[in-house]
Structures are given as structure tokens and as C-alpha cells.
């Protein structure tokens, strides 16, 4: 009942769309980038914004973000005042995107604009969250494929909240799902879970991936790593539990081995077994006590960033684009006009 009154007073609304794109050192695709969107967007509605967040770029990003600013009023940037990453120049995005409908996409081109109208029909059908799904990876190499489907299948078993499988960022949302994503103000973010876990009516839009349009990725196998990390540590205390089980378990095996021994000790007089056996035995259980150490830090860790309460980020210049006219500031249900931390859809 609630999803049928939203479509009807969104539909009743001026379509205002938002495009968020974060960027790290990628002048050589922004333009061909934003050539591709403005074509997409411009044959939706003249009511848009494209908000492009450079996270601390080395290169030209922040030079071709303003040219682009220059030649197009539906263009705004925001430059952030070091790299903090990509999930949180995403966050500043979100942040300041004024559309009623909400779009993420990455700067690299993988991710089609094209796509865009098939995501706005499902939020026009109801849809808060309209995610797209890969069904095929171009230009990635087999090991970072299997990789990556290992760590969904893994994060989907030990995980409360269930995040989709083969799906990155690039999504459209809907004005009280952005509001939502607002509210979470952790400083350790893993946004594919926390796109998931605001909940609401969700739907998947299938898609070719393309390979990088040009430059290199920023993304090596450790940082992967330490991604995974992230994401399994940020959406389930599992480790911690296994770790725990692990404990129990050598503790079981070592009690029933001591009792073997003293067993033949006293039975057949051999004596207890020498130098080999012992190290081995030490060494096992010293790297068992490890892992359990380095889990409960990379948790504690966590908990110490977060009671720091630093800002999650700091703005060093904010260029609104003009063109945007949103009316629909409140959004089309009631519930999302109690959320004082929306910003207002008018910036001057």
C-alpha cells in the first residue's frame, strides 16, 4: 500500500535526477565520460545535476571537473581535501546530490550511462533501490573473477543482511533511501553492505560490464584484500565466532593428546616424545593464538576509529551546479519529512 501512494505522489513530482561520480586521477576518461551522460540525462528530463567528487587526484581530474563546470550549468564538483577513498567521496557525493532520484555511478566507464533510463523505470515502478548486476566482467583477469565471486559467496553465508551478488556501485536511489544512506555516519563504510542494509523494495537490472574506457585501475590484489576485510569485519562478527570454535577445538584435540600421553606414560612407561613433536605442537598453537589476536584487533581497531569521531571527511571546494530546480524537497513519504539531516534540494 505504501509503495503504490509513493509512485503516484513521485510521478505527481518534477523529475529531478542526481549523478554522483567519484573520481581519483581520472582525466583521461571524464570527458568522454560526461559527453555520455549528458547525452543519456538530456533526453530524461532538463531538471538534472552531475555532481563529480574528486577524492584528492594527482592529475588533471580537478582542472577537467572545472572546464566541464564552465561549459555545462547542469555540472556541480566537489574537491575534497585529501584522498580519503572511494567509499567515502561517494558518501560526499550522496551527501550533496539534490535529485529526487539519485544515481551512483564509477568515473571509469565500466559501468554504461546508457543504463540510466532502465534504472529510472524501476524506481518509477516503485523501486527505492534499482541495482545494476553484472552478468559478465570484461577486461578482468580470471583470478580477480573467482576472487570476487568467492568473497560474495562467502559474505552471503556469514552475513546478516543479504548483498547481492556480482553488483558494485553503480545503482539509482531514491530521495528517502539517499536520506537513509545519510544517517549511517560510520567511518569504516562498506557501501555495497550498507546499500543492502537500508532495506526497502530493491531490483536488480542485468548488464554487460565493459572494460576500463582508459587509464588503470586503482584497485591491486591487496587492496582487494584489505576491501574484503573490510566488508566481512563491517557486516559480521563471524570471524570473531570461528575463531572461538577454532579455540575450542584445538583445546578438545590437545586435552584428548595429553591424556593419550600420560596414558602410555603410565601404562607401557614410554616416555613423553622429544624436541620435534613439542615445537611442532608450540608452534601450532602459538599461530592458532595468532589469528585470534590479529581478529579481535582488526575489531578493536575499528572500534578505536570510530569513538575518535573525526569528520568522515573535509571539504576543500563545493561548486553546486545551477541548473537544478528541485521542488520536491520533502520527498513522497511522510516518513521521510520528520528526517531533519536531509540537506534542501535548493542551494544558492
Known amino acids: 500500500m505504501k509503495t503504490s501512494k509513493y509512485v503516484v505522489e513521485r510521478e505527481q513530482s518534477p523529475l529531478c535526477i542526481s549523478v554522483v561520480v567519484p573520481a581519483y586521477n581520472e582525466e583521461e576518461v571524464l570527458p568522454e ?9 538530456s533526453q530524461l528530463t532538463t531538471n538534472y545535476e552531475i555532481v563529480y567528487v574528486n577524492d584528492g587526484s594527482r592529475d588533471r581530474t580537478l582542472e577537467i571537473m572545472r572546464e566541464l563546470k564552465e561549459a555545462d550549468s547542469h555540472v556541480g564538483y566537489v574537491n575534497l581535501s585529501r584522498n ?10 550522496l551527501d550533496l546530490a539534490r535529485g529526487d532520484a539519485v544515481v551512483v555511478i564509477d568515473a571509469d566507464l565500466q559501468d554504461p550511462p546508457e543504463l540510466i533510463p532502465k534504472l529510472l523505470e524501476g524506481w518509477n ?37 543479504s548483498i547481492p551478488e556480482d553488483v558494485g556501485d553503480f545503482r539509482l536511489m531514491s530521495r528517502r533511501a539517499v536520506d537513509a544512506l545519510k544517517q549511517i555516519r560510520e567511518r569504516h563504510r562498506f557501501m555495497k553492505g550498507l546499500f543492502a ?7 536488480a537490472i542485468d548488464y554487460q560490464r565493459d572494460a576500463r574506457f582508459a587509464g588503470v585501475t586503482k584497485w591491486n590484489y591487496w587492496k582487494l584484500w584489505n576491501f574484503a576485510i573490510e566488508g566481512i569485519t563491517s557486516f559480521s562478527i563471524a570471524p570473531l565466532k570461528i575463531s572461538t570454535y577454532a579455540g575450542l577445538l ?46 579481535l584487533g582488526e575489531y578493536l581497531g575499528r572500534m578505536f576509529v570510530e569513538t575518535k569521531y573525526r569528520p568522515l571527511y573535509l571539504l576543500d571546494e563545493v561548486v553546486p551546479a545551477p541548473a537544478l530546480i528541485c521542488t520536491n524537497q520533502k520527498g513522497p513519504i511522510k516518513t521521510v519529512e ?10 544558492s
Not at 197 to 203: A, D, E, V
Request: aromatic residues 12%; contains cysteine; positive net charge.
Open 84 to 93: 580519503f577513498g572511494k567509499e567515502i567521496a561517494m558518501t560526499a557525493g
Open 197 to 203: 542494509w537500508i532495506g526497502f523494495p530493491q531490483k
Open 33 to 41: 565520460l560526461h559527453r555520455r551522460l549528458q547525452a543519456v540525462l
Open 125 to 161: 515502478a516503485g523501486f527505492d533501490v534499482v541495482y545494476a548486476r553484472r552478468v559478465s566482467r570484461a577486461g578482468e583477469t580470471w583470478l580477480k573473477k573467482a576472487t570476487a565471486r568467492a568473497f560474495y559467496r562467502i559474505i552471503q553465508r556469514i552475513g546478516p543482511v
Open 338 to 347: 520528520a528526517n531533519a539531516s536531509a540537506l534542501p534540494c535548493d542551494i
Open 250 to 295: 584445538v583445546a578438545a584435540l590437545a586435552f584428548i593428546y595429553a591424556m593419550w600421553v600420560i596414558y602410555k606414560t603410565l601404562i607401557f612407561g614410554d616416555p613423553v616424545q622429544g624436541y620435534p613433536s613439542l615445537m611442532v605442537v608450540v608452534l601450532f598453537l602459538g599461530g592458532v593464538q595468532l589469528v585470534g589476536i590479529g581478529l
